[in-house]
């Protein structure tokens, strides 16, 4: 039997290296709660996983063989705050590869009205299905799912779709993702990747800072208005890493030194007295007469959706890849299950 001995008090103060190393089991990789969790080796075998899911779903006969991989699995998509592509494309991606899907959207038509806890709600879906992908305003809620299904045993397995203003990994997975492909289409050398916006509390560009430190020979260049500037622990962690960083708050000046620019709207969603009010962000706007100051191979990303961070009128330029980025979400997100579940050699092994 084994024995899983931490409290939830104890597990949140360990390290980040304890807590990667149970949120594997049996050689499995069960949760996936924060973007550190991603280690070089394993997104090369996700990034080619995802290449061949999209490949086979082109076809009658591939897409018929990966439905039949984990029919006999289903999911649980409990996202309490909104979301389009996050839920459309794990809802999706769950279908490519066979398994079944419930939802639970609105905490309102749940026993959550009758005041069960959200623990007491995790169980619940833990026992009707294998695999719970949540997305919720409370920070601590993915991870304490995965505290508890570990506790208790269970073999269900959790992935966060996005914890409040914390963390988003599997948008840092896709956009590592469509980041290989720009890079590996372009010349070599040093990268600089400008991401722009609200870097304090968007939970995205806080993941992709964590994903990226897997990615050799870049350079970060963090602008955002003073009030919105990366966290502290984001900051240290940077440090710790040797990844090279400047942050500023001056957009437009910028843009020419970049080779990638990701772009983020402003998080007002998280305003305690609407203080976003104050803040200028007029000028974290990519305009269309800016596409001369850019690259002529510069890619431009953003995790959508888009207020008018970025002119409509720039996504007919082929630097646009944002809605390309967007539909690397569901190959990006089948690959990471299917690894998950185990089954990446079948799946490399099917042969047309
Ligand atoms: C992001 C999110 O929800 O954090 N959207 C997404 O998942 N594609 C970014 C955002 O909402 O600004």
């Given at each position: 039997?084994?024995?899983?001995?931490?409290?939830?008090e104890e597990?949140?103060?360990l390290p980040?290296?304890?807590?990667k190393?149970?949120?594997?089991?049996?050689?499995?990789?069960?949760?996936l709660?924060?973007?550190q969790?991603?280690?070089?080796?394993?997104?090369?075998?996700?990034?080619?996983?995802?290449?061949k899911i999209?490949?086979?779903?082109?076809?009658?006969e591939?897409?018929?063989?990966?439905?039949t991989?984990?029919?006999h699995?289903?999911?649980t998509?409990?996202?309490?705050q909104?979301?389009?592509r996050t839920?459309?494309s794990?809802?999706?991606?769950?279908?490519?590869?066979?398994?079944?899907?419930?939802e639970?959207?609105?905490?309102?038509?749940?026993?959550?009205?009758?005041?069960?806890?959200?623990?007491?709600?995790?169980?619940?879906?833990?026992?009707?299905?294998?695999?719970?992908?949540m997305?919720?305003n409370?920070?601590w809620?993915?991870?304490?799912?995965?505290?508890?299904?570990?506790?208790?045993n269970?073999v269900?397995?959790v992935?966060?779709?996005?914890s409040?203003?914390?963390?988003?990994p599997?948008?840092?997975?896709?956009?590592a993702?469509?980041?290989?492909?720009?890079?590996?289409?372009?010349k070599s050398?040093k990268?600089?990747?400008?991401?722009?916006?609200d870097?304090?509390?968007?939970?995205?560009a806080?993941?992709l800072?964590?994903?990226l430190?897997?990615?050799?020979d870049?350079?970060?260049l963090?602008?955002?208005?003073?009030?919105l500037?990366?966290?502290?622990?984001?900051?240290?962690?940077?440090?710790?890493?040797?990844?090279?960083?400047i942050?500023?708050d001056?957009?437009?000046?910028?843009l020419?030194?970049?080779?990638?620019?990701?772009?983020?709207r402003?998080q007002?969603?998280?305003?305690?007295?609407?203080?976003?009010?104050?803040?200028d962000?007029?000028?974290f706007?990519?305009k269309?007469?800016?596409?001369k100051?850019i690259?002529?191979?510069?890619?431009?990303?953003?995790?959508?959706p888009?207020?008018?961070?970025?002119?409509?009128e720039?996504?007919?330029?082929?630097?646009a890849w944002?809605w390309?980025?967007e539909?690397?979400?569901?190959?990006?997100?089948a690959?990471?299950?299917?690894?998950?579940f185990?089954?990446?050699?079948d799946i490399?092994k099917?042969?047309?």
């Open positions: 039997m084994r024995n899983f001995k931490y409290s939830w597990y949140q103060k980040i290296s304890k807590k190393k149970l949120l594997i089991r049996n050689s499995e990789l069960s949760y709660i924060f973007a969790q991603f280690e070089r080796k394993v997104l090369e075998k996700l990034f080619t996983l995802a290449d999209r490949f086979l779903s082109k076809s009658k591939g897409a018929d063989k990966l439905q991989l984990l029919s699995k289903r999911a998509l409990f996202f309490s909104p979301s389009t839920f459309k794990f809802y999706n991606a769950c279908h490519i590869l066979g398994i079944k899907t419930t639970l959207r609105d905490g309102a038509s749940s026993s959550q009205k009758k005041g069960e806890s959200p623990e007491d709600t995790i169980l619940t879906f833990a026992s009707y299905t294998d695999l719970i992908i997305r919720n409370e920070e809620l993915a991870e304490k799912a995965s505290w508890l299904l570990n506790k208790k269970r269900v397995k992935i966060n779709a996005g409040g203003k914390d963390q988003h599997t948008q840092a997975l896709l956009d993702y469509t980041l290989h492909q720009a890079f590996s289409k372009a050398g990268k600089t990747i400008v991401i722009a916006g870097l304090k509390r968007g939970r995205a806080r993941s800072i964590y994903i430190k897997n990615f050799k870049v350079k970060l963090l602008i955002s208005p003073e009030p500037k990366i966290e502290n622990d984001v900051r240290k962690f940077l440090l710790k890493n040797y990844i090279e960083f942050e500023t001056k957009f437009k000046e910028n020419k030194k970049a080779d990638v620019i990701y772009m983020t402003i007002d969603e998280y305003d305690v007295s609407n203080e976003s009010k104050e803040i962000y007029s000028t706007h990519l269309k007469s800016y596409l100051l690259k002529k191979d510069a890619v431009i990303m953003h995790p959508l888009r207020r008018d961070e970025v002119d409509i720039i996504d007919d330029d082929e630097r944002y390309k980025q539909r690397n979400g569901m190959w990006a997100r690959s990471l299950i299917a690894y998950m185990g089954i990446e050699n490399m099917i042969n047309f």
